[in-house]
């Protein structure tokens, strides 16, 4: 039997279902309505953030839109000074600790200096990088900070204010020289 070809139109026509019934009808389920669930959930959350004293966020509950910075702050304002009041109250019972423990360590004496020894809290607040670093620029510019003490207040570990000595000696030019004529008097 030879094939006919028929136009691409007279193709997806003959694709159409149709029903045998007169009487049958097509229709549509309506979609499933989960917008009860989702408000028990996010009151649920709010009321957990309320209670903790925690942004609702935290709770991944809330609005859609990412919020700002300034909205961030304001949310964890709470939760901020509850970690500051802590800070307070626990900084003096951990210094005594910490002088115990060098006590016991060092088989009941102090060795000098620990009576400088001193509880640092971070600060329990999220500033970027980009404000630690204006704030101590400017603390140091007005004089108020040595610039030795820059590296410390950015709060990086004393492993990286270290090597941050170290390259502000090797690049001193005057270092440099006394270290050459350290090496020279040796020799």
């Given amino acids: 039997m030879p094939v006919t070809k028929i136009p691409v139109w007279e193709a997806y026509l003959g694709r159409v279902w149709a029903p ?11 979609a499933a309505e989960l917008h009860n669930f989702a408000e028990a959930i996010t ?8 209670l903790q004293g925690v942004p609702l966020s935290y709770f991944a509950a809330g609005a859609d839109n990412p919020t700002s910075a300034d909205a961030i702050r304001a949310e964890e304002a709470r939760l901020v000074k509850a970690c500051e009041r802590r800070q307070r109250a626990f900084g003096g019972p951990w210094e005594q600790v910490m002088r115990l423990a060098i006590w016991v360590a060092e088989g009941g004496t ?9 509880m640092v809290w ?34 990086l570990p004393v492993s990286e ?16 020289l006394a270290a050459s004529l350290d090496r020279a008097s040796r020799a």
């Fill in 43 to 50: 009151t649920y959350g709010k009321i957990a953030a309320s």
């Fill in 110 to 118: 102090y060795p000098q200096g620990v009576e400088n020894l001193a």
């Fill in 161 to 176: 204010q270290e090597r941050i000595a170290e390259l502000w000696r090797q690049a001193d030019p005057a270092s440099r």
């Fill in 122 to 155: 971070r600060d329990p607040s999220t500033p970027t990088m980009a404000a630690k670093a204006d704030y101590v620029s400017k603390m140091v510019a007005a004089q108020v900070f040595p610039h030795a003490y820059g590296p410390e207040a950015l709060g």
């Fill in 20 to 30: 045998a019934n007169d009487d049958a009808k097509a229709g549509q389920f309506p």
